[in-house]
Nanobody, 126 residues
C-alpha cells in the first residue's frame, strides 16, 4: 500500500506563493498517477492537478491552470505542487493521492485514486 505524507501548507496573502510536497513510498507500479486534491469548508473534494509518473504528463483543473505546476523528483518519490498567484478561493485542505491503474479516464476524479495522504492546510487571506 502506498504511503503519502504532505507538507508545506501555510497561511499566505493573496498573490503569494507556496510549494507543497508529498512524500510517496511504494513501488512505481503502485503509483502510476499521483494527484493533488483540495477541499474547502463545506465543499466537495476536488482535483487540482495530476501527473502520470511514467511519462511526466500533467493535467490541471481549469481553476488553477497557468498558476499551479505539478512535478516529481528524479526518483519519483516526491510530488510537488508549486502554487503561484494564490487567491482566497484556493484556501482549503490539500491532499495528495495515488492510483495504481495503468491508465485513467478521469485524471482529477476522487474515485480514480485509492491511496490518500492526511492533508496539509493552505489558507489565503485577502
Amino acid at each position: 500500500q502506498v504511503q503519502l505524507v504532505e507538507s508545506g501548507g501555510a497561511s499566505v496573502q493573496t498573490g503569494g506563493s507556496l510549494r507543497l510536497s508529498c512524500a510517496a513510498s511504494g513501488a512505481w507500479y503502485s503509483r502510476r498517477f499521483i494527484a493533488w486534491f483540495r477541499q474547502a469548508a463545506g465543499k466537495e473534494r476536488e482535483g487540482v492537478a495530476a501527473i502520470q509518473t511514467t511519462t511526466g504528463l500533467t493535467y490541471y483543473a481549469d481553476s488553477v491552470k497557468g498558476r499551479f505546476t505539478v512535478s516529481q523528483d528524479n526518483a519519483g518519490n516526491t510530488l510537488y505542487l508549486q502554487m503561484n498567484s494564490l487567491k482566497p478561493e484556493d484556501t482549503g485542505m490539500y491532499y495528495c493521492a495515488a492510483a495504481s491503474s495503468t491508465s485513467l479516464t478521469l485524471y482529477l476524479a476522487k474515485a480514480s485514486y485509492n491511496s490518500w495522504g492526511q492533508g496539509t492546510q493552505v489558507t489565503v487571506s485577502s
